[in-house]
């Protein structure tokens, strides 16, 4: 398959991730559309760095980042789901409409 | 061919668990679509020749965020009554804005990358990536600093965490 094929995958990922975080009422599914675009993210970088141009053949650097992203996404759930956990006991809601007291 | 095919195998299995766990009214059975994406990009890393982030796919998102995930699912109340109008409006929004920048990139110079030759694949990347993440001039002090932010996140996981609002009901 082509580069570009892997490019389409991903910036579909990446838009329903995003549609995720924009349009569902529930931290968990901000958190899970997060880790979508993430992984698009990767998938690009993964991608990019098999179609490398010449003269670069023994580069990894593209999969080597792609290894930092996961390692950030992982440190990022964690924190975030206790982050979570924390608004619900404050708040007893996990919407994020709810959670307005900075507004007014 | 059988290459092209497990393409769009898992193609097919990664978009559409995503949909799946987008549009599922259950947040459980979002969560566990989800797994199915997952291991749909793990699939597409073993194509693209990256058999130790293949590996750690498996591993740390399949694993490990996902059973983090299903922790969080569990220790909060389910949302209900999500309002279905402002919801639909705001998927059409932001499918559209990305239907406009798929096309610009499709049509302009942005894709023209998908020219480049794919080159043979190496024989394994363990051993690469990890000569890579200690070599002094390549990726030693960022390999460093990522287990310092790990060690930093699991404290503050932990600190942020803890009980601290008592709840008269337990």
């Known amino acids: ?104 | 061919m059988g290459e092209v095919l497990a393409f769009w195998f898992f193609a097919a299995l990664t978009i559409g668990c995503a949909l799946l766990a987008l549009l599922h009214r259950n947040v459980v059975n979002s969560a566990f679509a989800l797994l199915g994406t997952l291991l749909g990009l793990a699939g597409f890393y073993v194509l693209l020749a990256a058999d130790f982030l293949a590996m750690t796919q498996v591993l740390i998102y399949a694993g490990g965020i996902l059973v983090l995930i299903l922790f969080g699912l569990m220790l909060t109340p389910p949302v209900t009554n999500e309002r279905r109008f402002g919801r639909i409006l705001v998927a059409v929004a932001v499918v559209g804005l990305g239907a406009v920048a798929f096309w610009e990139k499709a049509r302009g110079a942005v894709w023209h990358a998908a020219a480049r030759e794919e080159l043979a694949a190496p024989a394994g990347t363990v051993r690469e990536i990890g000569l890579e993440f200690l070599r002094r001039d390549s990726w030693l002090l960022p390999f460093e600093l990522a287990s310092v932010v790990l060690l930093a996140g699991l404290v503050g996981a932990v600190y942020i965490a803890r009980r601290r609002f008592p709840r008269e009901d337990v």
């Open chain 1, 1 to 104: 398959m082509e580069l570009s094929a892997y490019l389409a995958v991903a910036a579909l990922l990446f838009l329903i991730g995003l549609v995720m975080v924009a349009a569902r009422r529930n931290l968990i599914y901000v958190l899970m559309g997060l880790e979508l675009i993430l992984n698009a993210a990767n998938l690009n970088l993964v991608a990019f760095n098999r179609f490398r141009p010449e003269g670069m053949e023994g580069h990894l650097d593209g999969q080597i980042g792609a290894v930092f992203v996961i390692i950030l996404a992982a440190a990022e759930a964690a924190i975030a789901l206790a982050i979570v956990l924390n608004i619900h006991s404050l708040f007893e809601t996990i919407r994020p409409d709810d959670i307005d007291t900075l507004k007014d």
